[in-house]
T-cell receptor, first 118, second 115 residues
Framework: GAVVSQHPSWVICKSGTSVKIECRSL??????MFWYRQFPKQSLMLMAT?????????EQGVEKDKFLINHASLTLSTLTVTSAHPEDSSFYIC??????????????FGPGTRLTVL | AQTVTQSQPEMSVQEAETVTLSCTYD???????LFWYKQPPSRQMILVIR??????QNATENRFSVNFQKAAKSFSLKISDSQLGDTAMYFC????????????FGAGTTVTVRA
């Protein structure tokens, strides 16, 4: 149980284009999902908290207009990187908090998405 | 904000041996959770072990166990009978109970298990 998927696993795009990354909880409902960014050999940096049916909460320093987050249902959150530039190249990871069952204080992570902007 | 410190960037251990990873944290909270996550080369984050601060008993999961010292704000992870599949980056994380469920991660410790 508590499986989280991400799609795509790897995406390459041209500078100036937008890219959408999906995060799905496959076997549980998640009222809260989180988006992280990770550089090679570094820790995870929280970008934003996504709550179903409401606006995302962004961490300080994260551009909300560049990283659009939508949490349309209890099983799906999307991160759109708008007008991507090479400096946005990174590994993006989502996690989901299980609403009922299991430990509600535990985050379950997706496998991550590698974004390369040329 | 909570600070989580992992002072060992890298550790190497022989297969079947034991290795201990250190983690300290700084908080004024009394109710919180602590976690160890493992990130193997696949980069999939995997929950290794979870500890509730109000529980004095140290959590264990098979070959993984923790030494939770609340007063010292220390939360070390012991990996017994190390296996090649344990090679990964290990992150210690803190979560305040009943809050926004945000995790504060340490910088990570890369563990390499040698055959």
């Amino acid at each position: 149980g508590a499986v989280v998927s991400q799609h795509p696993s790897w995406v390459i795009c041209k500078s100036g284009t937008s890219v959408k990354i999906e995060c799905r909880s496959l076997d549980f409902q998640a009222t809260t999902m989180f988006w992280y960014r990770q550089f090679p050999k570094q820790s995870l940096m929280l970008m934003a908290t996504s709550n179903e049916g409401s606006k995302a909460t962004y961490e300080q320093g994260v551009e909300k207009d560049k990283f659009l987050i939508n949490h349309a249902s209890l099983t799906l959150s999307t991160l759109t990187v708008t007008s991507a530039h090479p400096e946005d190249s990174s590994f993006y990871i989502c996690s989901a908090r299980w609403l009922a069952g299991g430990f509600t204080d535990t985050q379950y992570f997706g496998p991550g998405t590698r974004l390369t902007v040329l | 904000a909570q600070t989580v410190t992992q002072s060992q960037p890298e550790m190497s251990v022989q297969e079947a041996e034991t290795v201990t990873l250190s983690c300290t944290y700084d908080t004024s909270e009394n109710n919180y959770y602590l976690f160890w996550y493992k990130q193997p080369p696949s980069r999939q984050m995997i929950l290794v072990i979870r500890q509730e601060a109000y529980k004095q008993q140290n959590a264990t999961e098979n070959r993984f166990s923790v030494n939770f010292q609340k007063a010292a704000k220390s939360f070390s992870l012991k990996i017994s009978d190390s296996q090649l599949g344990d090679t990964a980056m290990y992150f210690c994380a803190f979560m305040k109970r009943g809050s926004d469920y945000k995790l504060s991660f340490g910088a990570g410790t890369t563990v390499t298990v040698r055959a």
